[in-house]
């Protein structure tokens, strides 16, 4: 993948892993494959895909990975236990990435997002307010302020949560 858009395009930029998926079980209910399967999406995909990345961004002086690492990464609520784990997990890669990268001019920051206005929330736990929850676009800007830094400057780790979720201080 990386090599077809280097072939189309001369350069590859910029790496967003922005994928997630759940089990919303008690750890006692969860199976191996449970566990396995979170992690395959949440952790090691991340992982695979840096992994590619590096050798280009490396290659041309500089780059930007961006993991969406989710505020599970900071705190734990019930039934959860294999998606925090796997957002744990991703986020001490995007700091050992950020640390391997940065004297290549690889920029890595894990953007803690919480509270998101998509099925992801609402299909597991129906009873949230909406209104509590934030628009995936916030996160979008998110990451085009980032993109946006200075050359000189990085920001190994920024979260953003909506102003109105009462489960973050």
Excluded at 46 to 69: D, E, H, K, T, W
Excluded at 100 to 123: C, H, N, Q, S, Y
Excluded at 140 to 147: D, G, P, V
């Amino acid at each position: 993948m990386i090599d077809a858009i280097v072939a189309r395009h001369g350069r590859f930029d910029v790496l967003v892993n922005n994928a997630g998926t759940d089990k919303t079980l008690a750890v006692d209910e969860l199976s191996v494959d449970d566990i396995d399967r979170v992690l395959a999406v949440n952790l090691r995909g991340p992982f695979v895909l840096s992994r590619a990345a590096f050798p280009q961004l490396r290659a041309q002086g500089g780059g930007y990975i961006v993991n969406i690492v989710s505020t599970a990464a900071k705190r734990a609520w019930q039934n959860a236990s294999a998606y925090h784990a796997s957002k744990w997990g991703l986020l001490g890669l995007s700091h050992a990435l950020h640390v391997e990268g940065r004297p290549f001019g690889i920029k890595v920051t894990a953007l803690l997002a919480g509270g998101m206005r998509t099925p992801f929330i609402l299909d597991r736990f129906p009873d949230t307010p909406i209104t509590n929850l934030q628009d995936p676009r916030n996160v979008a800007e998110t990451i085009r302020f980032l993109l946006a830094m200075p050359g000189e400057s990085v920001i190994p780790e920024l979260m953003v949560v909506p102003m109105r979720e009462t489960s973050w201080p």
